[in-house]
T-cell receptor, first 117, second 110 residues
Framework: NAGVTQTPKFQVLKTGQSMTLQCAQD?????MYWYRQDPGMGLRLIYY???????DKGEVPNGYNVSRLNKREFSLRLESAAPSQTSVYFC????????????????FGAGSRLTVL | DAKTTQPTSMDCAEGRAANLPCNHS???????VYWYRQIHSQGPQYIIH???NNETNEMASLIITEDRKSSTLILPHATLRDTAVYYC???????????FGAGTRLTVKP
């Protein structure tokens, strides 16, 4: 049981290049999330997917697109990378479900460190 | 969803209890309190959550005031490895818009 797996762990891009961050979870969770964390700052929600087939914007969605490929996988795409997108990106998932607080407990991946030159 | 207020930073002596406060004065009746921590640049780690009763697990205790307007996370015997940023989040269980604030940076000192 690997939990939440993110790839790649490190990536360096040039301004204008595109790339996709991959995230997969093996916990049969319904909901998945993408966060970014800039140096010395807290986590900011980019996008989330409450369930397979749905996605919603978070606090800072501009410059990103997401795809909930299936229940396990949730990818984050940068179409034209900018230096302001240099950050550590975290994927997370929650069980979802009804009636109990545990449905909203986040499990995080180890992060993907992206540098845009 | 209710906003939370946490101190920016706190220190604690190794072996002593660390008490981390969180104010959530606008909390509604169906909102849970969740605590996470982030050690250095690792992914955040879930610690504990509660609705209105006090909760305890192997990592920590969560004390929620009777009016539910504030809570305290207690690490009973802090170690150097507990040095981290601690986040308090208030959410309805089925609200997927899970946003984090700035958290409290806890430094455990020898």
């Amino acid at each position: 049981n690997a939990g939440v797996t993110q790839t790649p762990k490190f990536q360096v891009l040039k301004t204008g290049q595109s790339m996709t961050l991959q995230c997969a979870q093996d916990m049969n969770h319904n909901s998945m999330y993408w966060y970014r964390q800039d140096p010395g700052m807290g986590l900011r929600l980019i996008y989330y997917s409450a369930s397979e087939g749905t996605t919603d914007k978070g606090e800072v969605p501009n410059g990103y697109n997401v795809s909930r490929l299936n229940k396990r996988e949730f990818s984050l795409r940068l179409e034209s990378a900018a230096p302001s997108q240099t950050s550590v990106y975290f994927c997370a998932s929650t069980p979802g479900g009804t009636g109990v607080g545990g449905a909203n407990v986040l499990t995080f991946g180890a992060g993907s460190r992206l540098t845009v030159l | 969803d209710a906003k939370t207020t946490q101190p920016t930073s706190m220190d604690c002596a190794e072996g002593r209890a660390a008490n981390l406060p969180c104010n959530h004065s606008t909390i509604s009746g169906n909102e849970y309190v969740y605590w996470y921590r982030q050690i250095h640049s690792q992914g955040p780690q879930y610690i504990i959550h509660g609705l209105k009763n006090n909760e305890t697990n192997e990592m920590a205790s969560l004390i929620i005031t009777e009016d539910r307007k504030s809570s305290t996370l207690i690490l009973p015997h802090a170690t150097l490895r507990d040095t981290a940023v601690y986040y308090c989040i208030v959410r309805v269980y089925n609200n997927n818009d899970m946003r984090f604030g700035a958290g409290t940076r806890l430094t455990v000192k020898p």
